[in-house]
């Protein structure tokens, strides 16, 4: 498995703010990238799924990859207390039956 | 909407122990997977399996583990004989075919091995 990182946090923000979070990652085969939102003591939820460099939007949410610097980020608009919950990226090699390679997560609070 | 459950959703066993943890997929998906998370580290991959059988394992699989399924709804994770070590939430996941790596989770086992 090659290694993907992502800061832990904990990250604390006021509700409204815009939330980024970020994983860098070494192996340059890695084609797709999601972001996965897990509630304490849930499975991981799929966010955001993406494979081109570039941003992909979905409502307060915004994927970015830009794999020539091996760098994901996710951008969380408005965000509210709702948000609170640990923010995995994951990748895989590629379209096939690959597993995916987690980053630890970061853990995000909204405060009201 | 279509959702991956597991059961139970906390198993405690002495060390030795066989457990089996189970999944349903959702049930028009055809690649399942078997994850697992020890607190406070990362998700890691264990078992991938599609027409029935192993895709693909990691070094945490040994022969310890092994995976079924039985019927045409059910994903199962046996562990032959527990370790302390093997106390983890474990997850399942499904995709579809058309879906590439768009994997669904379930809610996870949370294994407790005393």
């Known amino acids: 498995q090659k290694e993907v990182e992502q800061d832990p946090g904990p990250l604390s923000v006021p509700e409204g703010a815009i939330v980024s979070l970020n994983c860098t990652y070494s192996?340059?085969?890695?084609?797709?990238f999601m972001w996965y939102r897990q509630y304490s003591r849930k499975g991981p939820e799929l966010l955001m799924y993406?494979?081109?460099?570039g941003n992909k939007e979905d409502g307060r949410f915004t994927a970015q990859v830009d794999k020539s610097s091996k760098y994901i980020s996710l951008f969380i608009r408005d965000s509210q207390p709702s948000d609170s919950a640990t923010y995995l990226c994951?990748?895989?090699?590629?379209?096939?039956?690959?597993?995916?390679?987690f980053g630890k997560g970061t853990r995000l609070s909204v405060i009201a | 909407e279509p959702e991956v459950t597991q059961t139970p959703s906390h198993q405690v066993t002495q060390m030795g122990q066989e457990v089996i943890l189970r999944c349903v997929p959702i049930?028009?998906?055809?690649?399942f997977y078997w994850y697992r998370q020890i607190l406070g580290q990362k998700v890691e991959f264990l078992v991938s399996?599609?027409?029935?059988?192993?895709?693909?394992k990691s070094e945490i699989f040994d022969d310890q583990f092994s995976v079924e399924r039985p019927d045409g709804s059910n994903f199962t994770l046996k562990i032959r004989s527990t370790k302390l070590e093997d106390s983890a939430m474990y997850f399942c996941?499904?995709?579809?075919?058309?879906?590439?790596?768009?994997?669904?989770f379930g809610p996870g086992t949370r294994l407790t091995v005393l």
């Open positions: 993406t494979y081109s460099s």
């Open positions: 399996f599609y027409n029935n059988e192993i895709s693909e």
């Open positions: 996941a499904s995709r579809s075919r058309d879906r590439n790596n768009e994997q669904f």
């Open positions: 192996n340059s085969a890695f084609q797709y």
């Open positions: 049930s028009n998906h055809l690649y």
């Open positions: 994951a990748m895989t090699l590629n379209s096939g039956n690959t597993p995916l390679v």
